[in-house]
């Protein structure tokens, strides 16, 4: 079955249904949050566009030190704090009547949210064993897809009334959703911190020490982590993936084929149950650093081949056709998307310490933020006025990363004292 919500343990199924519960939240304020801001509070979608940008520009910067507290701390009792935090400054969006304050909730919220998801990977790094954690991840992608469909369907129900009650009522349920999730992860297990001073366990910073130099052994060692950091570069090249389906493919449907204007949603829920029936199937053929390394090569070429048939769509053609390469794009996108993610997980888990994981998952998160951040504005301009052309340089710029993607994890690992080395022809195949 490629879809399972109840995992085998107790902890792994508790963790899946925060998820679910968060991600239906989720879904209801991604759904009715920009109609809201616009119609009811009266923002201008300009004003709308900058106070995301700088939110979740603020927010990127949170995953480190947040990720940082989550290892001191302790994930869960972190993550937990941290979703009832977003569960209090989403309930303080329904008192925003102007820019500022809603400026201000914005940036508290992409801060939240980057931290929990930083906390949130350190936790199912302490719980799950190291071998099952793709495997673990992909169920909890594919619960958050689910839920995230749920929260849109109940979020286009307070579309269709559209009154300030039932926004309101959508935000409502964000927040009790953050509310219960901040619960439910209480129940988890403690997975233990590591208290200020105590020894940490070998990293690439005390490993390499070898030039007679110290290395930097405290605070914030992932940012002197330079293989890490180019890792994770890589990824987040990819990851400029996530503005397509939301914002750039719906608005060069309009452009080009504005009869077809429906499709943009039919696109969204196709990806949506593709990730919900598929990412635990995807997920199987990555099983350590070779295979996570090969697979992200795979995403880059299939995402290539998506954004060719989306370039294709821009030639004049019957409605049907323009439409079955719509689809068809959106299918490798998806396929692509699903690649990425399974081969992202095992990569950014498996090159991080075990004593540092949650501000290792917070720089590698970044990555989110970063293509919230940027991405909208530079595909906007890439694809909508560039046309065929952009989307072929961008499919290109998919490619380089996936081939880039395999150099990087081997000459990260050669620096990971805990790990048995891969040799340079097995991990060389990947790319």
């Known amino acids: 079955m490629p879809f399972r919500l109840r995992p085998a343990s107790p902890a792994r199924r508790t963790l899946a249904i925060a998820q679910l519960v968060s ?4 879904g209801a304020y991604y759904t009715s949050s920009a109609l809201y801001f616009t119609r009811i509070v009266g923002l201008s979608p300009t004003r709308l566009g900058l106070g995301l940008a700088v939110a979740w520009a603020i927010g990127s910067l949170a995953g480190v030190p947040l990720g940082h507290l989550a290892d001191r701390r302790g994930p ?21 009547r102007s820019f500022l304050p809603f400026l201000a909730a914005a940036c508290l919220y992409a801060t939240a949210q980057s931290g929990l998801g930083a906390a949130r ?22 619960t958050l897809n689910a839920g995230l469909a749920v929260g849109a369907a109940l979020g286009g129900v307070a579309l269709t009334v559209g009154t300030r009650g039932a926004f309101l009522a959508a935000f409502a349920l964000t927040a009790l959703g953050f509310l219960t999730t901040g619960l439910l992860l209480l129940r988890l297990p403690v997975v233990p911190g590591s208290a200020p001073g105590s020894a940490p366990v070998s990293t690439p910073a005390t490993a390499r ?84 390394a090969r697979t992200v090569r795979q995403a880059g070429a299939v995402l290539l081949a998506s ?40 990569i950014g888990f498996d090159l991080a ?30 694809l909508l006025d560039g046309g065929g052309p952009g989307w072929l340089l961008l499919g290109g710029l998919f490619l380089a990363a996936g081939c880039a993607m395999g150099p990087a994890v081997r000459r990260a690992e050669r620096d990971r004292p805990w790990r048995t080395p891969v040799t340079t022809g097995a991990l060389a195949e990947a790319c």
């Open 23 to 26: 991600a239906i939240g989720d």
């Open 76 to 96: 869960r009792g972190t993550a937990a704090a941290l979703a009832l935090g977003t569960a209090v400054v989403v309930a303080s969006f329904l008192t925003v």
């Open 121 to 142: 990977q350190a936790l199912v790094g302490g719980l799950v064993p190291e071998g099952e954690r793709t495997a673990a991840l992909a169920r909890l992608q594919a």
């Open 307 to 346: 954004c060719a048939v989306f370039a294709l769509s821009a030639a004049t053609a019957p409605l049907w056709v323009t439409a079955a390469l719509l689809v068809a794009g959106a299918v490798l996108q998806v396929v692509g998307e699903m690649k990425q993610s399974a081969g992202s997980w095992q």
């Open 353 to 382: 310490p075990a004593d540092r994981l949650g501000q290792y998952q917070g720089f590698f998160g970044t990555g989110v933020a970063v293509a919230r951040t940027a991405g909208p504005l530079l595909l906007t301009t890439l």
């Open 209 to 292: 020490t070898g030039q007679g130099r110290p290395a930097r052994d405290g605070g914030f060692a992932v940012l002197a982590d330079r293989r890490y950091v180019l890792v994770a570069l890589v990824n987040t090249v990819l990851l400029l993936r996530m503005p397509l389906l939301s914002l750039v493919i719906p608005l060069w449907i309009a452009d080009r084929a504005p009869q077809l204007g429906w499709l943009g949603s039919g696109l969204f829920v196709l990806n949506t149950l593709g990730v919900t029936l598929f990412q635990v199937r995807t997920a199987r053929a990555v099983t350590g650093l070779r295979s996570a």
